[in-house]
């Protein structure tokens, strides 16, 4: 059974840092790892999906890493903005809707 | 901008009532999923359906949990009786042919 860990539970830095969010799991054999945004109240928003040919994938200021070996991704997010403050979750497809398994996510603050 | 709706997004009943939940997902989605989020589980797929069939409940609790989607614009979740154990948030996502999730703001049901 697959699980996924992320790492820390939640994280409080100053404005202007980059950070790094991790997550882990434990079967390698998946075919795309993907990382949302949640907002209180709100629903998941989708914001890089890596498939798993792939070592890593850019919007705009986050960058999502993979390193299927190891049971690894990060998500790097570069001049953390107040704006970033939320959960960010990872889910892990290891073979169709069925299989996939959400982590419980890091909680992000980014103080002004 | 096109998104995935759902009502009600608060429910608080007591313990043996019957709740329904519904969703609108995205026009032309042809995949729907349902999603219960908790605290201590984080997010677990109940059940997903495509072009209105279901395709796996396997995550769902078969004896009082029922899903259905009576058209292409309506998905249910039906609860009948509720248990406090069932107090979560309720997630609907539609997804386009692809990987891609569009979320739902979520119920959230407390069950008394």
């Known amino acids: 059974k697959q699980e996924v860990t992320q790492i820390p539970a939640a994280l409080s830095v100053p404005e202007g840092e980059n950070l790094v969010l991790n997550c882990s799991f434990t079967?390698?054999?998946?075919?795309?790892l993907q990382w949302f945004r949640q907002d209180p109240g709100k629903g998941l928003t989708s914001l890089l999906l890596?498939?798993?040919?792939?070592r890593e994938q850019t919007s705009g200021r986050l960058n999502a890493s993979l390193d299927k070996s190891s049971g690894r991704s990060t998500l790097y997010i570069a001049a953390s903005q107040p704006g970033d403050s939320a959960t960010y979750l990872c889910a892990v497809d290891s073979g169709g809707y069925q299989k996939v398994t959400f982590g419980i996510g890091t909680k992000l603050q980014v103080i002004p | 901008d096109a998104r995935v709706t759902q009502t009600p997004r608060d429910k608080v009943t007591e313990m043996g009532q019957e709740v329904t939940m519904r969703c609108q997902p995205i026009l032309g989605h042809n995949t729907v999923f349902w999603y219960r989020q908790t605290m201590m589980q984080g997010l677990e797929l109940l059940a997903y359906?495509?072009?209105?069939?279901?395709?796996?409940d396997s995550g769902m609790p078969k004896d009082r949990f029922s899903a259905e989607m009576p058209d292409a614009t309506l998905a249910t979740l039906k609860i009948q009786p509720s248990e406090p154990r069932d107090s979560a948030v309720y997630f609907c996502a539609s997804a386009p042919s692809g990987d891609t999730q569009y979320f739902g703001p979520g119920t959230r049901l407390t069950v008394l």
């Open positions: 079967d390698s054999a998946i075919y795309n």
């Open positions: 359906f495509r072009n209105r069939a279901p395709l796996d």
């Open positions: 890596i498939q798993s040919s792939q």
